[in-house]
């Protein structure tokens, strides 16, 4: 099945970034109305949606593997291969358990960088405890043999326990001299019917004894390397690489510039593009471009402050903001180099091609807008870009590809 989707100029207008909302600050005190337009940037590519596979049940990682197969995460705790264009029925076996409820269970997977030779994959999820309803993100590794996993081994376990539902985060990362990063959610800490709470300051995610709503580092074994920020520091965890965040639902190195970066998903309005510096204070919730779900009341103490990253780019309204990949391949030139992102809410679905220059946000091109509720975005070593399709029913879905075409 071919569905054609052609498009060579954006259709709709994506919302600010940090430069234009700093000298239009009134602009964005209107949370729920798109506050600036943003331009789509340098020029694009024309492309087609081809379904790649279907048949999914809430995927939300996609791996390749050197002999062409992809892995797929299946929230509800399946790890599935798609083999020559085809779902294998049985999903593999070794997997371990998962706390699958609201946005936890089963969720990222990933290669060692060494994998041919050691044939090492990780998977993230949400654990569940001696009490089923505590739960929190945690990491194991295995070997992938004969399509089945081997040796599993959990190797890290959030200090992040509690019984809410959601903000696992659970994407991980590897750089090029096998650390490895994975994000932790903030495990909806502070979250009441009233709103925030109040207590900005005492947030776990402003707490470095805790891993909620952190981004750690690791060794391949899940050992803590050296060189983190906060080895050393009492009262501090030290895994822990970034602090302040929310719930970071992307994370990618640049290809080019080996920066890391992340998507963050805000609470209603705020969605974050941040570049994920050594030691760095993102700021949840203290400041934030966010409001209260509902009322659209303001909690952060305000937009910055010193000692705070600002995000490279933010959304507001949130758009649902999810994985993240940077284009690289041969199937569309114009995108070399280019951020992809995933956007799941309602009127705001769309796959948005970010323009960059250095770490400056200079273009912002909304894709399929509406079309689809994109959980997450990679790009395949076929130059492809792969889209895991999620369906908020738990309904079968498909992984997309997007593929060049010539027509104008
Ligand atoms: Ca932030």
């Given at each position: 099945?071919?569905?054609?989707?052609?498009?060579?100029?954006?259709?709709?207008?994506?919302?600010?970034?940090?430069?234009?909302?700093?000298?239009?600050?009134?602009?964005?005190?209107?949370?729920?109305?798109?506050?600036?337009?943003?331009?789509?940037?340098?020029?694009?590519?024309?492309?087609?949606?081809?379904?790649?596979?279907?048949?999914?049940?809430?995927?939300?990682?996609?791996?390749?593997?050197?002999?062409?197969?992809?892995?797929?995460?299946?929230?509800?705790?399946?790890?599935?291969?798609?083999?020559?264009?085809?779902?294998?029925?049985?999903?593999?076996?070794?997997?371990?358990?998962?706390?699958?409820?609201?946005?936890?269970?089963?969720?990222?997977?990933?290669?060692?960088?060494?994998?041919?030779?050691?044939?090492?994959?990780?998977?993230?999820?949400?654990?569940?405890?001696?009490?089923?309803?505590?739960?929190t993100?945690?990491?194991?590794?295995?070997?992938?043999?004969?399509?089945?996993?081997?040796?599993?081994?959990?190797?890290?376990?959030a200090e992040a326990w509690?019984?809410?539902?959601?903000?696992?985060?659970?994407?991980?990362?590897?750089?090029?001299?096998?650390?490895?990063?994975?994000?932790?959610?903030?495990?909806?800490?502070?979250?009441?019917?009233?709103?925030?709470?109040?207590?900005?300051?005492?947030?776990?995610?402003?707490?470095?004894s805790s891993h909620?709503?952190?981004?750690?580092?690791?060794?391949?074994?899940?050992?803590?390397?050296?060189?983190?920020?906060?080895?050393?520091?009492?009262?501090?965890l030290?895994?822990?690489?970034?602090?302040?965040?929310?719930?970071?639902?992307?994370?990618?190195?640049?290809?080019?510039?080996?920066?890391?970066?992340?998507?963050?998903?805000?609470?209603?309005?705020?969605?974050?593009?941040?570049?994920?510096?050594?030691?760095?204070?993102?700021?949840?919730?203290?400041?934030?471009?966010?409001?209260?779900?509902?009322?659209?009341?303001?909690?952060?103490?305000?937009?910055?402050?010193?000692?705070?990253?600002?995000?490279?780019?933010?959304?507001?309204?949130?758009?649902?903001?999810?994985?993240?990949?940077?284009?690289?391949?041969?199937?569309?030139?114009?995108?070399?180099?280019?951020?992809?992102?995933?956007?799941?809410?309602?009127?705001?679905?769309?796959?948005?091609?970010?323009?960059?220059?250095?770490?400056?946000?200079?273009?912002?091109?909304?894709?399929?807008?509406?079309?689809?509720?994109?959980?997450?975005?990679?790009?395949?070593?076929?130059?492809?870009?792969?889209?895991?399709?999620?369906?908020?029913?738990?309904?079968?879905?498909?992984?997309?590809?997007?593929?060049?075409?010539?027509?104008?």
């Amino acid at each position: 099945m071919k569905m054609i989707s052609k498009r060579t100029i954006a259709t709709a207008l994506d919302s600010s970034v940090r430069p234009v909302a700093a000298l239009c600050a009134a602009a964005i005190l209107s949370i729920g109305t798109v506050a600036e337009a943003q331009p789509p940037g340098p020029p694009g590519e024309t492309f087609e949606v081809v379904t790649f596979v279907e048949g999914l049940r809430n995927p939300w990682s996609m791996a390749f593997l050197p002999n062409g197969d992809m892995l797929v995460t299946e929230r509800g705790g399946q790890l599935r291969i798609v083999r020559d264009g085809k779902l294998l029925p049985d999903p593999v076996p070794g997997v371990p358990p998962v706390r699958a409820l609201g946005q936890g269970g089963l969720q990222d997977v990933v290669l060692h960088p060494d994998f041919e030779s050691n044939r090492l994959i990780y998977l993230s999820y949400a654990k569940p405890g001696e009490d089923p309803m505590q739960g929190t993100t945690a990491l194991s590794r295995a070997r992938f043999e004969n399509d089945r996993l081997v040796d599993v081994e959990e190797i890290f376990e959030a200090e992040a326990w509690n019984d809410r539902p959601g903000h696992f985060g659970a994407r991980i990362a590897f750089d090029d001299e096998g650390h490895l990063f994975m994000s932790v959610g903030d495990r909806m800490a502070g979250l009441t019917q009233q709103g925030m709470d109040p207590d900005l300051e005492g947030h776990p995610s402003q707490d470095l004894s805790s891993h909620q709503g952190s981004i750690v580092r690791l060794n391949d074994d899940g050992s803590v390397p050296e060189d983190n920020p906060f080895v050393g520091r009492e009262g501090a965890l030290p895994e822990i690489w970034s602090y302040g965040h929310r719930n970071p639902q992307g994370l990618a190195f640049h290809p080019e510039t080996g920066v890391l970066w992340s998507t963050e998903h805000g609470p209603q309005g705020g969605d974050e593009l941040n570049v994920i510096r050594k030691g760095a204070n993102y700021g949840w919730p203290v400041i934030g471009y966010g409001a209260n779900y509902g009322s659209g009341t303001n909690f952060h103490r305000g937009r910055e402050m010193q000692g705070m990253e600002q995000p490279a780019a933010f959304w507001v309204p949130s758009i649902g903001i999810s994985g993240l990949a940077f284009y690289q391949g041969d199937q569309f030139p114009n995108w070399r180099g280019n951020a992809f992102l995933g956007g799941m809410s309602g009127n705001y679905q769309r796959l948005v091609r970010v323009s960059l220059n250095g770490e400056t946000v200079i273009g912002r091109e909304p894709l399929l807008v509406g079309e689809y509720r994109i959980r997450d975005v990679r790009v395949g070593p076929d130059g492809y870009v792969y889209l895991a399709i999620d369906n908020i029913f738990g309904q079968p879905s498909p992984i997309l590809r997007l593929e060049p075409t010539d027509e104008e």
